[in-house]
Nanobody, 114 residues
Framework: QVRLVESGGGLVQPGGSLRLSCIVS????????MGWYRQAPGKQRELVAT???????NYADSVKGRFTISRDNARNTLNLQMNSLKPDDTAVYYC????????WGQGTQVTVSS
């Protein structure tokens, strides 16, 4: 059974950093496309970043240069390093394993506020 569990969210001031982790079980984190998505209140869920099986990464324009997606194959974990955070980054962040069907984690709240 595939399971994704996110952690690392919290409250941070503008300009600060957070590192999100997604522990993956039931499937290998390197074996397919993995991604981070977010959903702010009243908005649709949106793509933040993806990492393909061959380690190619893609980012939303709004986070390029500030966020970094990575995999730790030994720990079967997907990570998202978030720097220079802005209030607009406030959202619930979700980890996703691509596929048919896709699998989602339960989400972790990130709040950027002074």
């Amino acid at each position: 059974q595939v399971r994704l569990v996110e952690s690392g969210g919290g409250l941070v001031q503008p300009g600060g950093s957070l590192r999100l982790s997604c522990i993956v079980s039931g499937t290998a984190v390197w074996a397919t496309t993995m991604g981070w998505y977010r959903q702010a209140p009243g908005k649709q869920r949106e793509l933040v970043a993806t990492i393909l099986r061959g380690d190619t990464t893609n980012y939303a324009d709004s986070v390029k240069g500030r966020f970094t997606i990575s995999r730790d194959n030994a720990r079967n974990t997907l990570n998202l390093q978030m720097n220079s955070l802005k209030p607009d980054d406030t959202a619930v962040y979700y980890c996703k394993r691509a596929g048919t069907p896709p699998f989602w984690g339960q989400g972790t709240q990130v709040t950027v506020s002074s």
